[in-house]
Nanobody, 123 residues
């Protein structure tokens, strides 16, 4: 299984970016996915997760600004990020947990990870 990310980049505060994560290879039909970010000062944190049935959850700091979604037919996970703030600057990673119905913000639960993509928000 491979997770290949695209998107990201640099944007001014208030701007928008969309991240994509394409899943290739065989994976169980039931799986959860999530987006995590890592800042050298803060460590890795869960940002948005999506259950096998499509139910989404978010960390409080991004609620109302970020939207996680998945295209099950194409096996692509998205993260739409609006109203970006400088504190959103980080390396973003997608992840997949195979065989799970309920997603978790705990990074250790995930089996597969994307390569990471940098998001930089300037003030």
């Amino acid at each position: 299984v491979q997770l290949v990310q695209s998107g990201g980049g640099s944007v001014q505060a208030g701007g928008s970016l969309r991240l994509s994560c394409r899943v290739s290879g065989y994976m169980s039909s039931r799986y959860c996915m999530g987006w995590f970010r890592q800042d050298p000062a803060k460590g890795r944190e869960g940002v948005a997760i999506i259950d096998a049935d499509g139910t989404a959850s978010y960390v409080d700091s991004v609620k109302g600004r970020f939207t996680i979604s998945k295209d099950s037919a194409e096996n692509i996970l998205y993260l739409q990020m609006n109203s970006l703030k400088p504190e959103d600057t980080a390396m973003y990673y997608c992840a997949a947990e195979e065989g799970a119905a309920i997603a978790t913000m705990t990074e250790y639960a995930y089996d597969y990870w994307g390569q990471g993509t940098q998001v930089t928000v300037s003030s």
